[in-house]
Nanobody, 121 residues
Framework: QVQLVESGGGLVQGGGSLRLSCVAS?????MGWFRQAPGKEREFVAAISRSGGDTYYADSVKGRFTISRDNAKNTVYLQMNSLKPEDTAVYYC?????????????????WGQGTQVTVSS
């Protein structure tokens, strides 16, 4: 069983930045970030390979968000810049045994509890 714990969410003005962190009990999986806004389906945001050498982003965040990982700390990060009100959602960290290009949430085996990100206009 893999345990994931997110932190770093909060309230920020539009154009601002936040960095989310996810501490995992192990670091042997592809790691991803998803988000879910009220009344909407959970959507893929970004993913990173086990080594950290490959990353993949949703078009809506490309150029603004950066995913990274520190395997020595079993931690994955999501640096979010130029935030927009439409980025408001609960952000979830997840671990997958599949490669990082599987963006469907069903491809992920383990999930954190989520952290709220709210961007004001």
């Amino acid at each position: 069983q893999v345990q994931l714990v997110e932190s770093g969410g909060g309230l920020v003005q539009g154009g601002g930045s936040l960095r989310l962190s996810c501490v995992a009990s192990v670091s042997i999986y592809t790691m991803g970030w998803f988000r879910q806004a009220p009344g909407k389906e959970r959507e893929f945001v970004a993913a990173i390979s086990r080594s950290g050498g490959d990353t993949y982003y949703a078009d809506s965040v490309k150029g603004r968000f950066t995913i990274s990982r520190d395997n020595a700390k079993n931690t994955v990060y999501l640096q979010m810049n130029s935030l927009k009100p439409e980025d408001t959602a609960v952000y979830y960290c997840a671990a997958s045994k599949k490669n990082l290009y599987n963006t469907n949430y069903a491809s992920y085996d383990y999930w954190g509890q989520g952290t709220q990100v709210t961007v004001s206009s």
